[in-house]
């Protein structure tokens, strides 16, 4: 797919950027170029780009194309393996985490990439696709839900290659006084397994990142980002200490609380993709806790008076007991009346966290008539083993691990695997995703009842999982600050969790015979879904969503996804990306283009 040497030996001809001016930036009507068209790059413009990063440009050969007229080989079974393998989808840049959503997008490779290894590679292809009007996508871990990290007739600028790891023991930004942080650098390119390995498995300090393993560490902090133990911790965003961002000038710029204020804030949780092409970033690092551990269990109840009674003695409980810095993970809602747990903690010991659960569990074992439950399942192990590799492929039904026979040149080193809980989303196609912030205020007595209700009712339609580390009610104090200094929907902080469904199908692919999505379930789901979910977001005077997990259709997105904050998104988007240069679906300034970001329409 990805033919490296395309271009390499150019040396003889001019450096693309040709330090050409950028286009007028026309208005209404203006149109971004495609390959066809007159004013489309000629090979000696895309040999002078070749020249300027090093011969790291290449063209990318869709392998969906070939797939499409021999369906039933051996190789298309192969494609369809590879896509379910999130490190493959990850170290290609031919490739996106899911293949696409109903009636949505699909996922399509750029006609050219860029694998940048330095910021000067980036700064490179952001004056070549400004230069010569193209639409520019970037890619690190290719999670986007939303598809932001492809785009077909683009550049992509590919991220990978850029996956430095450093530990500072008194880091101090740019610009910035005061005594220095423990932190943690780490390339655009890194996913959230190689920053674990090196900070808490080799390093024995924590970093807030992502919960699952192959989510590139520049997209999840600047969606604001959610870890298991964010509660303890805070978002991704809120320890962002400063960041590397190259702009729509190709202007290489230091961001942090002295420097581009403004444009550090906005990298805060302000959308990935939107504000410049961050290279690295220095994120805080803390102390480690002794033990972290998990709450596993599945709940039956006998008849529906049962499971609301059910209903609302989690909820009782989750407000006295779990709602704090030490829990976080899932409390899932589904039909037939089935309540299931999959909640973790940090700070506790095993007999600790049993301890915070016998008063549930008497509750429950003094009406066994009632309720069908095995025993729940309360582990503890010292929280450095919780990342190590090595350790977690020896735990039965946890992880998923790599593979692969042959690697590519960007595979971790360290023992590869995904939880075995994200390992379905690899070459997923998406029929359906709604979410929303719950107020801590649904969890008092006087409103219980009628988020009681309103789950119920979503899980007899389709089923709802309550994220509670998604939501900032109950963290530390100090969590709760940082937090509110980011560009996230202030909602995030007085929420208690994040609600959540969703609708998949393994891997498939359109024109592909024998593969193709199921286009038909995918909107009868989507149907089902939001019906299932109106109760929930009446509960809300302005409900509120996270961008990084959404849904594609959210019609009030921007305050959705930002509240009160966007006016000032807007603000710093026009200061540093003027003429638009980049584009991903819903994200600030989208509104003045086209669905797939090539018509200027305001």
């Not at 109903?102 to 490779?109: I, Y």
């Not at 899980?459 to 709760?480: D, F, M, P, R, Y």
Request: net charge neutral; glycine share 10%.
């Amino acid at each position: 797919m990805l033919r490296r040497n395309l271009l390499k030996g150019a040396a003889t001809l001019p450096l693309v950027m040709a330090l050409a001016p950028a286009p007028a930036f026309a208005a209404q009507g203006r149109k971004r170029v495609r390959p066809g068209d007159a004013r489309w790059p000629d090979a000696a413009a895309w040999a002078g780009l070749g020249k300027a990063v090093g011969g790291r440009l290449a063209k990318i050969d869709s392998p969906w194309a070939a797939a499409a007229t021999a369906p039933g080989s051996p190789e298309t079974a192969a494609l369809f393996k590879a896509v379910r393998n999130s490190f493959h989808n990850s170290e290609t840049p031919a490739f996106t985490q899911s293949l696409g959503w109903t009636d949505a997008w699909t996922s399509k490779p750029s006609e050219y990439a860029v694998a940048a290894e330095s910021a000067a590679d980036v700064a490179a292809a952001v004056k070549f696709a400004r230069a010569h009007d193209l639409r520019l996508v970037v890619k690190g871990g290719g999670h986007s839900y939303l598809g932001g990290s492809n785009a077909p007739d683009s550049l992509l600028i590919w991220m990978k290659p850029m996956r430095a790891i450093e530990l500072h023991d008194s880091f101090v930004g740019k610009g910035c006084k005061g005594p220095g942080e423990h932190a943690v650098s780490l390339g655009a390119g890194c996913i959230w397994l190689e920053a674990y390995d090196a900070v808490t498995t080799k390093g024995g300090r924590y970093v807030q990142g992502g919960g699952c393993t192959t989510v590139g560490v520049a997209g999840l902090v600047q969606g604001g980002g959610f870890g298991s133990f964010s509660k303890g911790f805070g978002t991704a965003a809120a320890n962002l200490l400063e960041a590397e961002v190259v702009t729509a000038d190709g202007q290489v710029r230091i961001a942090n609380a002295s420097s581009n204020s403004d444009l550090f804030w906005a990298l805060k949780g302000g959308g990935g993709g939107t504000f410049g092409v961050v290279t690295r970033l220095t994120l805080r690092t803390h102390e480690l806790p002794a033990t972290v551990g998990a709450v596993n269990a599945e709940i039956t109840a006998a008849n529906d008076d049962a499971y609301r009674a059910l209903v609302e003695q989690m909820l009782s409980f989750y407000r006295t007991d779990l709602l704090n810095p030490h829990w976080g993970e899932q409390i899932h809602f589904r039909s037939r009346r089935r309540l299931g747990l999959s909640l973790v903690f940090q700070g506790l010991s095993q007999a600790q966290a049993a301890a915070v659960w016998k008063p549930f569990l008497d509750w429950l074992a003094a009406r066994s008539g009632d309720y069908a439950f095995g025993k729940p399942q309360i582990s503890a192990l010292p929280a450095r083993m919780f990342w190590n590799g090595a350790i977690m492929k020896t735990l039965s039904g946890v992880v998923k691990m790599d593979d692969r026979t042959e690697l590519t040149p960007y595979a971790f080193k360290g023992e590869r695997y995904v939880w075995d809980g994200d390992a379905g989303q690899a070459g997923q196609i998406i029929h359906g995703y709604q979410s929303t912030w719950l107020s801590k205020d649904l969890l008092e007595p006087a409103r219980r009842a009628a988020l009681v209700d309103a789950l119920i009712h979503a899980a007899n339609g389709w089923s709802v999982s309550l994220h509670c580390n998604k939501g900032i009610a109950g963290a530390t104090q100090e969590a709760q600050a940082r937090t509110l200094d980011t560009a996230m929907n202030p909602a995030v902080v007085d929420a208690f969790a994040l609600a959540i469904t969703g609708a998949e199908e393994p891997a498939a692919y359109p024109g592909v015979a024998g593969h193709e999505p199921n286009d038909g379930k995918g909107r009868i789901d989507a149907k089902l879904m939001k019906a299932a979910w109106g109760p929930l977001l009446a509960l809300q005077a302005k409900p509120a969503s996270y961008v990084s997990e959404t849904d594609y259709f959210e019609a009030d997105w921007q305050q959705a996804f930002w509240g009160e904050h966007y006016p000032r998104l807007q603000q710093i988007k026009r200061r540093y990306d003027p003429e638009g240069l980049f584009f991903v679906h819903h994200s600030v300034g989208c509104e003045a283009w086209s669905a797939d970001g090539f018509t200027r329409e305001a």
